[in-house]
């Protein structure tokens, strides 16, 4: 089997990169950056007082973090207010994650298919090992945070016809793949929350990889501009498997919900289509 190498990254990418981790090395501008994020717009003036520090060493430190796009300045009589850039917060996790290698360069689809593993849309006899299959994902702790399975009907009422999935092994249902609309507006037609769930016997296998390559070219094909899905930060199979997929680092979403009285984190990501 022929090794693919991946590209390495391009180097316009990497001296931006280290251009913003050059930046960030100098402990004073975090705890500026952090000042002004935390606030709706702050002066020069007032944010030098919050650090102790005097206005000339905060001018100096406003300045380098603005020329590399972390600070947007604006002027509003005598004062200087700043804000942060809102697309920094997106830029930083990508850029951790491209370095990394987390995230290649927005691939099509995972590669290496297994031969054995066949994908095809969803019938209705599957539904009892779908459902059954989602509770062997419940059981884990790491995949969601429902606690019982929904029903066929839910189910059926909430994943999208077109796009719901089954992988088979030997002549077996091995996995389900499924997409839900996240909103009924004609504006976001074409975005989707995504799932895939690989049953206990088959997990090591591919099945993942078969149906998350299914999901995307369906997607690409079928009108969908945009998948997003939500992944706890220790489910690291997961997390490599859709960044194979294209899917991008959005952030961290912190304490989001609580699953057996614990609070948890999830990871979100997004696959856009490769002509947006």
Partial sequence: MTTTVPPLLAPDDAATYAEWFACLAEPTRVRLLHAVATSTSITVGELAE??????????HHV?????????????????????????????????????????APRPCCPEDLPGDVSVRSLEQDDWTVVRRIYAE?????DATFETTVPSR??????????????????????GWAAAT???NRECYAGV??????????????????????KQVTAA?????????????????????LHHSAGFRTLGIRERIAQQDGQWRDTVLLERRRNDM
């Fill in 153 to 174: 009907t839910e189910l059926a009422a909430k994943w999208s016809a077109e796009h719901r999935w089954v992988a088979e092994v030997d002549g077996q249902v091995a």
């Fill in 220 to 240: 690409d094909q079928g009108g969908l501009w945009t998948l997003q899905t939500s992944i706890f930060p220790t489910n690291r199979a997961s997390l490599n």
């Fill in 50 to 59: 919050r650090l102790g520090i005097s206005q000339s060493t905060c001018s």
């Fill in 181 to 183: 609309p996240v909103s």
């Fill in 192 to 213: 989707a929350e995504t799932s895939v769930y690989v049953g206990d016997d088959f997990r090591g296998r591919g099945v993942g990889k078969a149906l998350l390559h």
């Fill in 63 to 103: 300045k380098k973090l603005a020329d590399v796009g972390f600070l947007l300045m604006r002027k509003e009589g005598t004062a200087t207010l700043l804000t942060v850039n809102a697309a920094c917060c997106a830029g930083l996790p990508h850029a951790a994650d491209a370095v990394m290698g987390a995230l």
């Fill in 137 to 141: 994902g419940i059981a884990t702790g």
